[in-house]
């Protein structure tokens, strides 16, 4: 099992930047696939970025690609993202979640999730 609790959320102006950071427990860390999420009021919760577990390989969603990065640090046992020209559409919760398989969007596929961090772009 692995434990999960992200941090860093905040309110900023659209066009602004914010660093998301997700801390782990666990000495297995290395061997799950990082998910962060997003779940903005009244709609789903969706997938925003994907890092595999060495952190060579990182998949996003067309809606964040070009904007979004995801990183590792398989030592400190972090994930975070770096979100750049934020947008008013990119306010919701965002969660970071852990599973065993390989570069996966799905929510289901994901068993392990932090409780989530609020983030909040102004127009």
């Known amino acids: 099992q692995v434990h999960l609790v992200e941090s860093g959320g905040g309110l900023v102006q659209a066009g602004g930047s914010l660093r998301l950071s997700c801390a782990a427990s666990?000495?297995?860390?290395?061997?799950?696939?990082m998910g962060w999420f997003r779940q903005a009021p009244g709609k789903e919760r969706e997938f925003v970025a994907g890092?595999?577990?060495?952190?060579?390989?990182?998949w996003y969603a067309d809606s964040v690609k070009g904007r979004f990065t995801g990183f590792r640090d398989n030592g400190k046992n972090t994930v975070d993202l770096q979100m750049n020209s934020l947008k008013p559409e990119d306010t919701g919760i965002y969660y970071c979640a852990a599973t065993t398989f390989n570069e996966v969007s799905a929510r289901s596929l994901y068993p392990y999730w932090g409780q989530g961090t609020q983030v909040t772009v102004s127009s």
């Open positions: 890092i595999s577990d060495s952190g060579s390989r990182t």
């Open positions: 666990g000495r297995t860390f290395s061997t799950y696939t």
